[in-house]
Structure formats: C-alpha cells, structure tokens
C-alpha cells in the first residue's frame, strides 16, 4: 500500500477494520470468562467468587490507567496505542492460558485489563475524532455497530473453542487472533500525530470537574452500573418475575440483539438528531421495560429485554459522540477518560451489588436499576455546547 493511502485510507475501511478489531477486542477480555470462568475456576480448583473477582481486578484496571493513555494519545495520536493493544491482548491470553494456580490467573487478568485500557472502544473513538472531527459522531457509531456483535460472535465462538480445545486452547487461539490482526490494523490505521507537549497549537481548553462534566460522569458511571447489571443477571430479574429460568434466559437473549438494532438506527435513521436527544430517550428505555415487567410479570421479559437492549446500544453511541458534541474534538481523549472513570468503578462493582439486591427482592432490584436511570434522566439536562478556552489550564 502506498504511503498516500497508508495516510489516508477511506472511511469505511477504517470503520470495518476498527469495528472487527472491537469484535475481537471485547469478546476476548470483556465477554470471555462469561464462557471460561466455571471451567477454569474447575480446573485450578478455585472458588468460582475467586475467579470473578479477578474479572473485577481487570475491569477495575482501565479505571487508573485509562487518563494516562488519554493523554497519550492526544499528545501522539492514537494508532500506536490501538497496535500496542493487540500486543498486549495476546500476551495477556497467552498467560491465562499458561495459567496455573490462583496467582498466574490474577496476573493474567491484570495484562487483560492493560488491554482493556489500551484498545477498547476509547482508543478508536479518540482515532475518529482526531481524524474527522464533528463529523466524526457516524463513525463512531459504525464502530459501535460492529464492535457490539462482541458478545454475539464471541460467546458461541468462545465455547466452540473451548469445546474443541479445551479452555487454554481457546485462550490461545484468540491471542493468535489478535497477533494476526496487528498487521491488518497497522496497514488501515490512519496516522494521527497528536501535538508534542508544548505545541502552541494544542494548548489544551481547560477540563475542570465543572458541571457539565460531573453530569455527564454520573450519567455514564449510572449507565454503565445498569448495564454489567444487566449483563450478568438479567435472566436472573426475569425469573423473579415469574418465568422459568431456561425462558428467562431465552427472552434475555433479546437484549443483545436490540442493542445491536439501536446503533444500526443511530447510524441510520436518528444520526441527524441532536445526540443530546438521543441519550435522554435512551435513560427512559430502562424504566419503560421495568414498567412492562412490573405490569405483565412474565408475560413482559422481551419487552424489558428489549428496552434495556435499546437504551444500552444508543447510550454506548452517547458516551463517544456527547463530549465531542459538547466540547469539540481538542483534548477529546483525555476528556472522555475522565468522565468515564467513574462508570468503569461501577462497572466493576455492579455485578456484586445487584447479586446482593436480588438475593433481597427482584422488584427491588428493579426499583433500584429503573430509579438510577431516572437520576441520568435528569443529568441529561441543562447541557450547552461549549466555546473552547484554550489558554486554561488542564486539571485533573
């Protein structure tokens, strides 16, 4: 390929490629143990608790680095920090799958989440901004699109592996998908210099813990709290409704799909709403199936599958494109970091929570999840588009 194209490769190979790379990404850190924990948890004789608290220590990970890695990548671009990812990602497999006692898992899942930090959704979303700047809300979601079939293509392709290669073979062989993808994603990635430390240019506009942006962090630390929730125990809710467990699980399965269909809508037919718009409709989504749930019992489950699906899918779409949309693209990286600290702690800790208030009552479980998304509701308000200040200073 030629330098030229090299530079400046066509908006659709890199939404293609960022997207498939986001498959692989989430469906090898995020969504693994989902398939892997119990036979790993068998086959080192640990606690089952053991092992999903290792998958808190990854997911927590992210939490502390992913300023640093911000400001990285607004300083020298993004691509090498998305190529390094892959790196990190296959060695971070090729540990758990060496792993053999209760300290080489910890170890391992500690690599994952450096991974985690490097190359999930953050790292390309930063890419596209400094690529296409406001244009850059359609791309995003056209990663979010592909890179929301994490789940769908990983969690039956986990367990054929696992199935054929027992669960170190399938450890194994995602890392060798990600070395394999390292060339792919060094030929597409577009070169983003960033701006040296001390570039008059790229004097940062200040990012001060102000209003807007401890709005938006509890709009997301609250979104993202509902949705771990949702994802491990979703089924769970249902059949505290009265469904059986295996048609829990069955109406479960919507969600996934209806996460996938609203980024396809926000990509198609709602991409020339204002985002704003978008992520208000999506906190009522949650407290409408709730309603259905709490109205019909069992007879509501697709309807709160759905729902939960649908809000999940635009605010994902939301958390890249809404401080774009409200403080531009300068020292997006950086900026998008600090608000999403707060919802990477609450991501790690949503499982456990939820655990305990289903244990107490489903219905308050759901009062619980339905009430947080009435609290981002009103964090959706009150939110301007910004004029940079580009002689502040930045303050973390």
């Not at 697709?302 to 729902?307: C, K, L, R, S």
């Amino acid at each position: 390929m030629t330098a030229s194209l090299r530079s400046d490769p066509s908006k659709a190979l890199v939404v293609a490629g960022f997207g498939v790379g986001q498959i692989a990404a989430f469906a090898s850190s995020f969504y693994l143990m989902g398939v892997l924990g119990d036979p790993i948890a068998r086959d080192l004789a640990l606690s089952p608790g053991f092992v999903f608290a290792t998958v808190s220590l990854s997911l927590a990970a992210p939490a502390f680095l992913a300023p640093a890695v911000a400001r990285r990548i607004d300083a020298e671009g993004g691509a090498r920090t998305l190529l390094v990812s892959h790196l990190v990602f296959a060695l971070g497999l090729a540990l758990l799958g060496y792993a053999r006692d209760g300290a080489g898992l910890a170890a391992a899942m500690l690599v994952m989440g450096l991974g985690m930090a490097y190359g999930l959704s953050p790292t390309p979303f930063a890419i596209l901004v400094s690529l296409y700047g406001q244009a850059a809300r359609r791309p995003i979601t056209g990663v979010a699109l592909i890179g929301g079939l994490g789940s769908t293509v990983g969690w039956p392709v986990t367990a054929w592996l696992a199935d054929e290669l027992g669960w170190r073979g399938a450890c194994f062989a995602w890392a060798v998908v990600h070395l394999a993808l390292f060339p792919l994603m060094a030929r597409i990635c577009p070169d983003t210099p960033g701006h040296a430390v001390g570039d008059e240019r790229s004097r940062p506009e200040a990012v001060r813990w102000d209003r807007p942006m401890v709005q938006l962090a509890m709009l997301f630390a609250c979104a993202w709290f509902v949705s771990t929730c949702m994802s491990a125990h979703l089924p769970r809710l249902l059949s505290g409704f009265g469904l059986p467990m295996a048609a829990a699980t069955v109406a479960a399965g919507w969600m996934g799909l209806a996460a996938v269909s609203a980024r396809f809508l926000e990509f198609t037919v709602l991409r020339s709403l204002p985002p704003l718009a978008t992520a208000r409709a999506a906190t009522l989504m949650h407290p409408a199936g709730a309603a259905a749930l709490a109205g019909l019992g069992g007879r509501g489950a697709e309807a709160m599958a759905v729902a939960q699906g649908l809000g999940n899918g635009m605010l994902t779409v939301a958390k890249g494109v809404l401080p774009l949309h409200l403080w531009g693209p300068r020292n997006y990286a950086y900026r998008s970091a600090l608000i999403g600290r707060p919802a990477m702690i609450a991501q790690a800790a949503g499982p456990a929570v939820y655990a305990l208030l289903l244990e107490r009552s489903a219905w308050l479980a759901l009062a619980v999840s339905s009430g947080l998304c009435l609290v981002m509701f009103a964090m959706t308000f009150g939110l301007i588009r910004r004029d940079p200040a580009p002689q502040e200073t930045v303050i973390a």
